[in-house]
Structures are given as structure tokens and as C-alpha cells.
């Protein structure tokens, strides 16, 4: 009687740390964090983020034709971008968050999404998105925000960046 007894703890206990260790997997290798925020930031809390600040409207611009090459670049290079990301208004979010018109507005501002502290001390210190915050970002996420859950590597090459800010300011249009 007394091994059964100790069989069995042995069993859950084995359980139990296989549930522990299959829960912090995702969060280990992916920075996935198993909660939403429902909150919407404020009209008057993102007037006061954007206060001051002159920025062109990036999806009025109209964009220059390319070609069908340059088309097949972007979307490779933007392919990794779109396993944790959607586009497309009123999409949910995935591994990070709807990057909808995300050029302009301030980071870590999109609604009902559970940032890292490194987005929401970016916002309040300021963080853009523009080309060139997104271009700098890209080129060292976790330098240019500390704290970040992202896990990607560096894009060293200045090309495959500015293809893939392309690719966003394009499909967010």
C-alpha cells in the first residue's frame, strides 16, 4: 500500500512539472504571455503622447510602383514579421500586437494588447513609430527598447529594413 502511495506522488509530481514546464515554454521561447489587457487607451492620453509632434500622414503619401521583383523581396522579408503580426484592421492579435497604421502613433499604444514594461516606457518616453524609429528598432530591438519580448534577431542590412517598412506602410495603407 505504502508504494502505491509513493508511485502515485511520484506521478504527480512528474505531472506537475511537466504542466509547469509546458506553461513557461511559450513565454521561454517566444515571449508569449498568456493574458490580454482589455483597455483602450484615451483620446486625450494619446493626444498628449503625440503633443508637439509634426509627422506626415504616412498613408497619404502614394507610393511608387515596383516591380514584381522588389514586390517578392518585401514579401519575404516582411514573412517573419506577419507569423506574430497582423495587418489588417480589426484583426486580433497574435505574439505581438495589430500593427494596423501603426506609422505615426506612438508605441505600445495599441489597444487590448499586454506590452512589455520596455513598450510602455518607450510610449511614455516618447517612442514614434516613423521609418526611422522603425528602421533603428529593427536594427537593434533590444537596445532601442530594453525590455522587450520580441525574439528576433538584428536586421543588419539596411535594404532588407527599408523593404520591410515598405511592406507595412503598404499594407496598412
Known sequence: MNVSRTRHSLHAG????????ALYLPYAVFGVIPITRQ????AEHRARLLEGVELPDYYAITPYPVSPEEEALRQ???LWCSFCHT???G????????LH??????AGIVNNFAYSGGFLAARDNGVIWTPETLDSFLLDPHNYVPGNRMRFKPITDPEQRQRIIAKLIETTR
Open 87 to 89: 495587418l489588417k484592421a
Open 76 to 78: 519575404r522579408d516582411f
Open 91 to 98: 484583426e486580433k492579435h497574435r505574439v505581438g500586437p495589430n
Open 101 to 106: 497604421r501603426i506609422m505615426g502613433q506612438p
Open 14 to 21: 512528474i505531472l506537475l512539472t511537466l504542466l509547469a514546464v
Open 39 to 42: 483597455y483602450e487607451l484615451s
